[in-house]
């Protein structure tokens, strides 16, 4: 999404419009029954965003348009179409400030040619990051629609075009080009056109362009039978694609989950995240990687566009009640006597949510696998113990985790039984309280310091990230073995936070700890307080796995916050 709302005065050239013969068809026959919408393969979309990824990290670091990122994406887009049997055309912007192509993909068929509905996204990122959710969420959601459309290949009742745009970056200057090349019939055709840009945001909303509108409906229809209430794109007005369609009297609608703006606490105690904080925090920046996607949220959007496609153009979008299961982490360890922890995660793929039963097979002779709560709801989450007796079977297996509700869904998780029982314990965190100065840990230029501007709890140095007062991110990380079989996990460090933000409300700088992937606890400039806290944390979950422990302090523009570490341990026992 472009940062800012639209300027007057871009000029645009004709060009000649990409839709099928104006000549009149026969009578269409009775259209077969419905077919129901099918679920999109969020696994799918995601090997779209690596491509994308792939991509940027081969060309500068980016896809901004007319850079070779953007043309490798055009090619990358346009390869899976054609092998798919679209009728693909490359429209030159040649007004565009980068000229470049924008992709028209129409799928064949008998439809009535005045009868068109139209899908699309920008393709083009920032020059600052690879830009995965910032458009590589909507060109991925877009192109597995477009796939799936064409492996399921209904009786259409409508023409269905996909597009993604060029020049999105510089003010929406692809789509109007193409918007601008249409003649006022050929524009009458399109019945309505659908935007998704940003569809994956971290700390996302659910948001619809023109939520109350009738092209808006079959959208807003699939959210809400997610139970997920969506909102107006109140932040998105005039700064996507979906304008310059609607500047041509074409309606208009679209899926969106934030940018730049803050998520308020009503949203939320809503749908979950961070309140005061940004719905995207990588929004144009580096950090707008793969690992910068809302799984869920990519997922939700890739189905609703599938609803909505189903709803306009094939008949009714109706999804069938389905869900998904995973268990994070994949993998552990375990001796023998002893017990490891992993999580069940459930998610609503379509449909309305249902109870799921959870079930394992495929554990070897001694080991036992039970679940806390042995049902949840879809979207709910469950913990796995598995313990393994005196006189388990060694060896790794495979433990198959099963959800049935109205379907069967299963995922994987591989458990290594070791004949060596007992706890080995200690105190695993190397140079805890850093007095061997970087040793170890590795970090951001001057995070480890014995500055005696901020002191330590105990010795001469601690870890110091942030403070400057400017823009900047810090991180500090560490690759820790915690050993398995023992009965306690303790995660604990030392934490002084000070600030010289004067809100009791906004959190305007941030020090998120991680391990792996998954965030422990994040703190803001609202936590400030005179004095070193302890913070603790039960590590069962990671027994017998080798982990990184992360610290990643975020400063925005002014007025300093200090996040001060000291004496970090994790013991076992």
């Known amino acids: 999404m472009r940062r800012t709302t639209l300027t007057a005065g871009l000029a645009l050239a004709a060009a000649v419009a990409l839709t099928a013969s104006t000549a009149t068809l026969p009578a269409a026959a009775a259209p077969a029954p419905a077919l129901a919408a099918p679920d999109i393969s969020v696994t799918n979309v995601q090997a779209h965003l690596t491509q994308f990824q792939s991509i940027a990290s081969s060309n500068g670091g980016h896809r901004r348009a007319g850079s070779a990122g953007y043309t490798a994406s055009v090619s990358y887009v346009k390869s899976k179409l054609q092998a798919a049997g679209y009728t693909v055309s490359e429209q030159n912007c040649t007004s565009c400030t980068y000229p470049g192509n924008n992709v028209i993909a129409e799928w064949p068929g008998t439809a009535p040619?005045?009868?068109?509905?139209?899908?699309?996204?920008?393709?083009?990122?920032?020059?600052?990051?690879?830009?995965?959710?910032?458009?590589?969420?909507?060109?991925?959601v877009l192109l597995?629609?477009?796939?799936?459309?064409?492996?399921?290949?209904?009786?259409?009742?409508?023409?269905?075009r996909f597009a993604w745009w060029n020049g999105e970056e510089q003010g929406l200057q692809g789509s109007k080009f193409y918007v601008n090349s249409l003649s006022a019939t050929q524009k009458g055709y399109i019945k309505g056109y659908y935007n998704f840009d940003m569809v994956a945001s971290t700390n996302g909303g659910y948001f619809i362009n023109r939520v109350t509108s009738t092209t808006a409906a079959p959208l807003k229809a699939y959210w809400d039978s997610l139970g997920l209430a969506p909102e107006e794109n109140v932040e998105g007005q005039g700064r996507s694609d979906d304008y310059s369609f609607q500047q041509g009297g074409i309606p208009t609608s679209g899926y969106a989950m934030g940018a730049s703006a803050r998520k308020t606490s009503a949203q939320a105690s809503k749908w979950g995240g961070t309140a005061n904080a940004s719905y995207d925090p990588c929004?144009?920046?580096?950090?707008?990687?793969?690992?910068?996607?809302?799984?869920?949220?990519?997922?939700?959007?890739?189905?609703?566009?599938?609803?909505?496609?189903?709803?306009?153009?094939v008949g009714t979008g109706t999804p069938t009640n389905d869900f998904s299961v995973a268990v994070s982490p994949t993998s552990g360890s375990v001796a023998r006597g002893a017990s490891t922890t992993a999580t069940v995660s459930t998610a609503t793929t379509s449909g309305s949510a249902q109870t799921v039963a959870l079930s394992a097979s495929g554990a070897p002779s001694g080991v036992t696998v039970s679940f806390s709560p042995s049902s949840v709801t879809s979207g709910g989450s469950s913990t796995m113990t598995v313990a393994a007796s005196s006189t388990a079977a060694t060896g790794t297996y495979t433990i198959t985790v099963t959800g049935t509700g109205s379907a069967t869904r299963t995922a994987t998780y591989s458990i290594t039984v070791t004949g060596t029982g007992g706890c080995a314990g200690g105190q695993v965190v190397g140079n805890s309280s850093f007095e061997s100065g970087a040793t170890v840990w590795t970090a951001s230029s001057g995070v480890i310091?014995?500055?005696?501007?901020?002191?330590?709890?105990?010795?001469?140095?601690?870890?110091?990230?942030?403070?400057?007062?400017?823009?900047?991110?810090?991180?500090?990380?560490?690759?820790?073995t915690v050993p398995a079989g023992c009965a306690t996990y303790t995660l604990s460090f030392w934490l002084h936070i000070d600030s010289a933000e004067t809100t009791t409300s906004t959190a305007y700088d941030k020090l998120t700890v991680q391990v792996g992937s998954t965030t422990l606890a994040t703190y803001?400039?609202?936590?400030?307080?005179?004095?070193?806290?302890?913070?603790?944390?039960?590590?069962?979950?990671?027994?017998?796995?080798?982990?990184?422990?992360?610290?990643?302090?975020?400063?925005?523009?002014?007025?300093?916050?200090?996040?001060?570490?000291?004496?970090?341990?994790?013991?076992?026992?």
């Open 449 to 480: 310091t014995n500055s005696t501007s901020q002191a330590a709890r105990t010795g001469s140095y601690k870890a110091w990230l942030n403070g400057s007062g400017t823009s900047n991110t810090q991180t500090l990380s560490q690759s820790l």
């Open 113 to 140: 040619a005045d009868q068109v509905v139209m899908f699309g996204s920008h393709l083009d990122g920032v020059s600052a990051g690879p830009g995965m959710n910032d458009n590589g969420s909507g060109s991925s």
């Open 283 to 313: 929004y144009h920046s580096s950090c707008d990687t793969t690992s910068n996607i809302n799984a869920t949220g990519l997922n939700r959007s890739a189905d609703g566009i599938a609803y909505a496609i189903w709803d306009q153009a």
């Open 144 to 160: 597995e629609n477009a796939l799936v459309l064409a492996q399921q290949n209904p009786t259409m009742t409508k023409r269905v």
């Open 524 to 573: 803001s400039n609202l936590n400030k307080a005179t004095g070193y806290v302890q913070r603790t944390f039960n590590a069962a979950a990671y027994a017998g796995q080798t982990i990184t422990l992360k610290f990643t302090g975020v400063e925005d523009f002014s007025l300093q916050t200090s996040f001060v570490v000291d004496d970090v341990t994790l013991t076992a026992s």
